[in-house]
């Protein structure tokens, strides 16, 4: 046996703990870069953590000019931001976006360089800048995670640099700086959190070697991240429908907080799969959010490997809430899948990848690009060839998941090759 956990030095969960944030941060550095965006730092709850920290520490620079999926552009501003104060601890205040961007200022601070250098897996040469990560979403959980997603205007899709290195050093998650956040950000960066969990639990199981939890950022599923996803996908289920309805249900918003965190947990070290890859150039394609990308293609690569991974998508069933108490595995799953699909709908996910301007023409193009995002696609339980994610793509362009061709069951079990 040989697992590996990795996570921040102190994650801080519950309502009322963002007022730790202006003391963790003083003890990390006294020169602070916060990374946010306008619109939260317009919001009271921030405003009033911002002047907090102004209170405790000696310089604040704050960078509030971050935007969706951390283009370059972002990067080389917030850098320049940090250089001005000569900072010595980051901030980070916002979602996967501002987390993500902070990670990368953090690295390039220490090491120099431009992003690009870094791309790909374990590129970062040792520890950063210390950082303190605080989610105002439920979704990505970068809070906890070794992995900063970046937009590069030279490629055709979004690229990722991951390595243990930049797990935040503190994560401070609490629910109620979530309760602002607008259904549709809700809706997206909850179902992002649910397939963290759901593609966790499905990954793809891999042998190692001592040296490989060192070396390597995603190794696969294992019971460590079974328990993690399996406890997230259960308050994700109960709580997503609930927090987009109504985002002053506390208990709602206390459940997503726990079950994102959770999430990142389980795919800090399981990995995510077919969903996230084909997002990455999908999303760059279409502009569309991820959240909303990963959540439409994730019942396509479920039910495209589920002979692989039936008595799994049992599991999640019954986690899930579902009444499958004398049914088989396979009556389990097609009701776990079923009941996805209902909660896609009622949250706003559009079915089909028609629907989000996909043309189908770039389906077998879209399909090779993913099959070279190794990190990801190497944890996926069925086939990773260019036409077995070609037809997921097209069942989810048309809507039809009948004419997939699914798995044997002994190939979730495989190693990736």
């Not at 899930?320 to 776990?336: I, K, M, N, R, Y």
Request: hydrophobic share 40%.
């Amino acid at each position: 046996m040989l697992e590996t956990v990795r996570g921040p030095r102190q994650l801080i969960v519950g309502e009322g703990v963002a007022q730790n944030i202006p003391r963790v941060v003083a003890e990390s550095g006294s020169r602070v870069l916060i990374v946010t965006d306008k619109v939260l730092l317009g919001q009271p709850g921030v405003a009033e953590i911002v002047a907090a920290v102004r209170e405790k520490v000696d310089v604040v620079e704050v960078f509030s000019d971050a935007t969706p999926d951390v283009p370059l552009a972002d990067v080389a501003l917030a850098v320049s931001a940090a250089a001005k104060v000569d900072a010595d601890v980051i901030l980070a205040i916002g979602g996967g976006t501002v987390i993500d961007l902070a990670k990368i200022v953090g690295v390039i601070r220490r090491h120099g360089g431009s992003p690009r250098d870094f791309y790909g897996e374990s590129k970062v040469p040792g520890p950063t800048m210390p950082l303190v990560a605080v989610p105002t979403t439920s979704g990505t959980g970068s809070e906890l995670t070794p992995v900063s997603v970046l937009t590069d205007p030279d490629r055709e899709l979004k690229v990722g640099v991951s390595s243990v290195h930049i797990v935040p050093d503190f994560a401070i998650v609490d629910p109620e700086l979530t309760y602002t956040c607008p259904s549709t950000v809700t809706a997206h960066s909850g179902i992002d959190a649910f397939c963290h969990a759901v593609e966790s639990y499905t990954a793809r199981p891999r042998p190692h070697g001592p040296r490989d939890p060192v070396e390597q950022v995603f190794l696969g599923r294992n019971p460590i991240t079974d328990h993690y996803a399996l406890l997230a996908a259960e308050r994700i289920a109960r709580s997503l429908r609930r927090a987009v309805r109504d985002g002053g249900d506390t208990e709602a918003r206390a459940d997503m907080s726990y079950g994102s965190m959770l999430a990142g947990l389980a795919f800090s070290h399981a990995g995510n799969g077919a969903p996230h890859a084909l997002q990455y150039p999908i999303g760059a394609a279409t502009h569309t959010p991820h959240g909303l990308g990963v959540g439409l293609l994730l019942p396509y690569a479920l039910d495209a490997a589920r002979d692989a991974i039936g008595d799994r998508l049992a599991i999640l069933a019954r986690v899930c809430g579902l009444d499958v108490t004398d049914a088989s595995d396979t009556e389990a799953a097609d009701t776990f899948l079923a009941w996805l699909d209902g909660l896609l709908a009622d949250i706003g996910i559009p079915p089909t990848l028609a629907d989000i301007g996909v043309a189908r023409a770039d389906l077998p193009r879209f399909a090779e690009m993913a099959s070279g995002v190794t990190r990801l696609i190497q944890n996926h339980p069925g086939p990773t060839d260019t036409a077995s994610l070609t037809a997921i793509l097209e069942a989810a362009w048309t809507g039809d998941r009948s004419r997939l061709v699914r798995t044997s069951s002994r190939d979730s079990d495989r190693p990736f090759t």
